[in-house]
């Protein structure tokens, strides 16, 4: 055929290959044919050739190494539930999808192997759901997803959750030469199990890597960190990459005792100094109980006047954002570093007094603020505790309208105990008329789930009270509790919260999404309930 | 019923009304849904409030929505409906707007058939009507014959000239070419000419293509002109090749009938310069022959309604007269469609699929693909991340490629029963019965 073609190209003008077509499997017919022109045997070989070759055709031999799937170990789930994941696999509700497979996974029944793909998809799309995908593949999805490159990431969260999983032999050797994330990975590994091991590794390359890399090793001292750790940290506070010295910075205030803390300590305790209560005098003791309220010492306050070279490297950025002093600011960032803790004991008085006594000071909010960073560093149960305390106090909040929400009220909510934050909650959100009263809404995430009925209850009178405001804003946060209160809502209240809503506002727009809002809670619910009724566990 | 979600998807025109019927398969967004032996319906509240039906006889929807797409999303909800759950669709006192249109369709179906069967019957002809028809019959003749003429020393043009010179060619130099032969009514050479005029730098071996497309012109131009020498069917299938088609009722008139309960394996929408195309592949479990239920319609126009994949029907074929016979009508039909229990009666080695073809090819060259149904088959994946299917003896041939994962998850790599389409290069998955069920893959080539 190749030189028909040939010969096809150059036309039969230019050649003379008559001899060519005899042979050519079927040439010698066409050669025979009379009466045809050069050009037209050779279209009448080439075609003839072509059905020739195709009612001829030879099977190929392509070798292939497949193994059929090994069988399953569960049952599959009911008709009723696959039905409700084909419709959840082609949403966006991965919290709901979540919760159906985790139910999955303790009834312990799988997917049926037609949504196998859709669901592997979702996973492919969602990283949020492939840990609870995994149990619910069984052997069927496991397999399936070995054959196809884009759901490779099966293999590796089936690895990252295997916690017995063991170092592997050959890690020093991926460790030179792997991918940037094979390395980080086995460098996490081998932190976990051996963290002098891997600071020694990573001491050894540090000066070849980049930046990014830097700081993505330099985050693995965040597992297993220790004292141990101090004098590396403390050097790559020289490093050339700010970010990196930034996260140095937050790993060398968790360690306790670390060279920077008391170098941090020494700074603060010239800047801070603390007056206990005066217990004696009868006027103040009158004056108290008249008030009803604790005594509350004096903080004296020197803010920075000159940092020499090393405070300045210490804190990693001495150059202050728009609006706050340069003094306050080189306050705020060395008391972030020093563990509050340091100042109950220094001082002798509780979290709750030094922070009463920081809240009537001149410098009280730049002390509020670097404490707050400090507890959220050392992790600061007490202190995260007493600053809620304070900013949940009907007072504060008074005083305090454009600070509903800040990075520093947010970060420390996961350190409070929930019975802690559903008290707070449930303080202030009758109250919840007022934008300002809003600072719960920092909180409740934080309330764990299901929420206890007299709870949930008092959330939806509330909400159904707020649908009803008569308001000209463009846009309510409350709404935006909905999406929590869909998944954490108990089942016995299931039935109160689908009762119909009453929706009232004087903005045609923030009625449409208050209405809109409530529609989705309701379908979600409906859904929620399904899973629920339908997946005994 | 034994409908199942799989058989109505593949109804679905693409996959967007797919994707927005399931949406609407939900029976607490419907109102009024129910059944009696004959239909289901209900009516959905979307722009405005529709009236969905649908028989149960051959599941054609009827929607008063504007929608041109057939079915449209609102029937396909139906359909999913009535497939998950067939008690949200109770047994109800039929609405007059059901029967009316249950009545419509009978009396076209009735009509239909009295027209096959007058035309069967064969209404005398007068002297004077064959006389006239023989007349236009050889006006044509000379025109074809004309036409073939202009393509021979086109044809032999181009090749003395060189292959490497039409490359460059615009596309009018195909274009008029190929009107010159629709203008002497030999269409089908003239779409064969249009499809050659994308062939010049397309892929690689396009020479070699171009110059196979062109050899098989040639090869249906030199046998037309020595059509009295042929065997008679083989003359309709020539015929038929340059353009000449045959009206439904002649078809009727002349072609074979066939009884049989035929499965319908296999469903697929191409397009083709504006003329869509749906393909029907049937098998007959009893007589094992194949055959293809072929309409065309133009621009956004409806098909016809045809049995879904996954179902059987107890039914007359009639046969294109052909050497090898395989496109066919839908004739009278006896009892309702019901889905079929098994797919047996298919090819138990990818040897013996093409063996078939040659044997096929050799009553008709020109034969452009087989439908097969193969037993006992395992649908595997190469090393090299393609699909292929595998007989029991490891014999293997590569499918085209598609997304084939929802059949993999259900057949496990178990060995299994596939339906394909073989064009003389590659396989085509056309659908697979897993599990006592039958799975179409959705194709369309639009």
């Known amino acids: 055929m190749d030189r028909l073609v040939e010969l096809a190209l150059k036309g039969t003008n230019r050649t003379d290959e008559q001899g060519l077509l005899n042979e050519q499997p079927v040439g010698a017919l066409v050669t025979q044919t009379p009466a045809t022109t050069p050009a037209k045997q050779l279209l009448l070989a080439a075609g003839g050739y072509a059905i020739y070759r195709q009612a001829g055709q030879q099977l190929p031999s392509i070798a292939s190494s497949f193994t059929t799937a090994p069988e399953d170990e569960m049952p599959p789930c009911s008709p009723n539930i696959a039905r409700l994941l084909d419709e959840l696999f082609s949403g966006d509700k991965g919290a709901l999808v979540i919760l159906a497979l985790s139910r999955l996974a303790r009834a312990g029944q799988r997917l049926p192997h037609h949504l196998l793909p859709q669901a592997l998809e979702y996973g492919t799309q969602y990283h949020a759901v492939r840990e609870g995908l995994l149990p619910t593949l069984d052997q069927r999805g496991r397999w399936l997803a070995r054959m196809n490159h884009s759901w490779r990431w099966i293999e590796e969260t089936a690895a990252a959750l295997d916690t017995t999983s063991e170092i592997p032999v050959n890690a020093e050797e991926q460790w030179q030469a792997g991918q940037p994330y094979e390395r980080v990975y086995i460098l996490r590994q081998v932190r976990t199990a051996d963290p002098d091991k891997a600071r020694a590794w990573v001491e050894a390359t540090w000066k070849t890597e980049k930046a990014d890399f830097r700081l993505q090793m330099l985050k693995t001292f965040a597992s297993q960190l220790s004292i141990e750790d101090d004098p590396f940290l403390d050097a790559t506070l020289d490093d050339r990459s700010q970010a990196v010295r930034q996260e140095a910075i937050t790993l060398l205030s968790r360690i306790p005792n670390s060279a920077l803390q008391q170098r941090m300590q020494e700074r603060a305790n010239q800047l801070l100094h603390y007056l206990p209560p005066q217990q004696t005098g009868l006027l103040q003791k009158l004056a108290r109980t008249a008030t009803k309220q604790a005594p509350i010492g004096t903080l004296q306050v020197t803010l920075p006047e000159n940092l020499d070279r090393q405070w300045k490297r210490d804190l990693v950025d001495s150059k202050p954002p728009k609006g706050i002093g340069e003094r306050a600011w080189w306050l705020e960032r060395t008391l972030a570093c020093v563990a509050p803790s340091h100042w109950s004991t220094q001082f002798a008085a509780t979290p709750a007094e030094l922070i009463a006594a920081a809240s009537g000071h001149e410098w009280g909010s730049t002390l509020l603020k670097g404490w707050a960073q400090a507890a959220t560093i050392a992790a600061d149960i007490q202190w995260a505790s007493a600053l809620w305390q304070f900013w949940s106090k009907p007072e504060y909040i008074k005083e305090n309208h454009e600070n509903v929400y800040s990075s520093e009220k947010s970060a420390l909510v996961s350190l409070l105990p929930p019975a802690e934050c559903e008290a707070i909650v449930s303080r202030l959100i009758g109250n919840s008329l007022k934008e300002e009263y809003l600072v719960w809404m920092n909180l409740i995430d934080q309330i764990p789930t299901p929420w206890n009925e007299q709870f949930g209850q008092q959330y939806l009178e509330a909400t159904r009270k707020r649908a009803t405001i008569r308001t000209k804003e463009y846009f309510d946060p409350w709404i935006d509790t909905l999406e929590r209160a869909v998944y954490a809502l108990p089942p016995t209240l299931f039935a109160e919260a689908r009762k119909p809503w009453e929706v009232k506002n004087k903005s045609v727009w923030l009625t449409n999404k208050w209405e809109d809002a409530i529609k989705e809670f309701i379908s979600t619910l409906e859904k929620r309930q399904q899973i629920m009724e339908e997946i005994p566990v | ?446």
């Open chain 2, 1 to 446: 019923m034994e409908l199942t979600a799989d058989q109505v998807m593949a109804l679905a025109p693409d996959s967007s009304s797919a994707a927005a019927g399931k949406k609407l398969a939900k029976p607490k967004d419907w109102q009024g849904l129910g059944r009696d032996s004959a239909a289901i319906w209900g009516e959905f509240q979307g722009s405005a409030r529709y009236q969905v039906r649908a028989a149960l006889s051959d599941l054609t929807v009827k929607c008063s929505c504007p929608s041109r797409k057939f079915p449209c999303k609102h029937g396909i909800g139906l359909l999913l409906i009535a497939a998950t759950d067939f008690s949200a669709v109770p047994e109800a006192t039929t609405p007059d707007w059901v029967t009316d249109w249950l009545q419509r369709r009978e009396a076209t179906a009735e009509r239909r058939e009295a027209k096959a069967h007058a035309s069967v019957e064969g209404t005398a002809v007068t002297p004077d009507q064959a006389k006239r028809a023989a007349a236009t019959t050889k006006r044509r003749l000379k025109r074809v014959e004309v036409g073939i003429e202009g393509i021979d020393l086109w044809l032999d043009d181009i090749v003395r000239g060189g292959l490497a010179q039409v490359s460059t060619q615009a596309n009018s130099f195909w274009e008029n070419q190929a009107a010159r032969l629709t203008d002497a009514q030999a269409p089908g050479l003239a779409n064969r000419v249009r499809q050659m005029a994308d062939i010049p730098n397309a892929s690689d071996n396009w020479p070699e293509q171009l110059l196979v497309e062109m050899g098989e012109v040639s090869l249906l131009t030199h046998a037309f002109r020595r059509i009295d020498e042929l065997d008679p069917l083989l003359q309709e299938d020539l015929r038929s090749a340059i353009g000449w088609t045959l009206t439904q009722e002649e078809v009727m008139a002349r072609g074979e009938k066939v009884r049989d309960q035929w499965r319908v394996i296999g469903r697929k929408l191409t397009l083709e310069d504006r003329l869509r195309a749906e393909w029907t592949w049937l098998h007959g479990a009893t007589t094992g022959r194949y055959a293809l239920l072929l309409q065309f319609a133009h621009g956004a126009a409806a098909f016809a309604p045809t049995l879904p994949p996954g179902r059987m029907i107890d039914a007359d074929l009639v046969f294109w007269p052909s050497a090898y016979p395989q496109r066919a009508l839908l004739g009278q039909q006896y009892g309702e469609a019901r889905a079929f229990p098994e797919l047996a009666g298919g090819d138990h080695s990818l040897a013996a699929m093409l063996d078939r073809n040659t044997e096929a090819m050799s009553r008709l060259p020109w034969l452009a693909q087989i439908p097969a149904i193969l037993n006992d088959m395992s649908l595997i994946i190469a090393d090299d991340r393609s699909w292929l299917i595998r007989d029991s003896t490891g014999a293997t041939l590569r499918i085209r490629n598609g997304d084939h994962w929802q059949i993999m998850a259900l057949a496990g790599g178990y060995p299994g029963d596939y339906v394909v389409e073989w064009d003389n290069q590659q396989l085509t998955l056309v659908g697979a019965f897993v599990h006592k069920k039958f799975y179409p893959v959705s194709r369309s080539d639009e």
